[in-house]
């Protein structure tokens, strides 16, 4: 089994910056794409961040310019760095392991919550 630990949720205001950690624990995480979802009130989850293990990125329309997302295999932890944080951001942020060799489902973080000023 997978499991996600979130940290680095809070408040912060328009235009600031906030980084979020997530550490996986587990076996073989390289083969896993670990990434951030993001959910807001009365919204679809939505994708913000992914990295494969070798280091490739993919980012929401968004987000693409002002978040940086990086992982360390060593530790098992993926980060995002969230830079000119802008209220649209506001949302429950989701740690995501993604196995990319098979059919098994993904895990989830529990969440953290990011909230943005105006």
């Known amino acids: 089994q997978v499991q996600l630990v979130e940290s680095g949720g809070g408040s912060v205001r328009s235009g600031g910056s906030l980084t979020l950690s997530c550490t996986a624990s587990?076996?073989?995480?390289?083969?896993?794409?670990l990434g951030w979802y993001r959910q807001a009130p009365g919204k679809q989850r939505e994708l913000v961040a992914t990295?494969?293990?070798?280091?490739?990125?993919n980012f929401a329309d968004s987000v693409k310019g002002r978040f940086v997302i990086s992982r360390d295999n060593a530790k098992g932890t993926v980060y995002l760095q969230m830079n000119s944080l802008k209220p649209e951001d506001t949302a429950v942020y989701y740690c995501?392991?993604?196995?990319?060799?098979?059919?098994?489902?993904?895990?989830w973080g529990q969440g953290t919550q990011v909230t943005v000023d105006p």
């Open positions: 995501n392991a993604h196995y990319n060799l098979g059919t098994q489902p993904d895990y």
């Open positions: 587990g076996s073989m995480l390289t083969l896993y794409t």
């Open positions: 990295i494969f293990a070798g280091g490739l990125k």
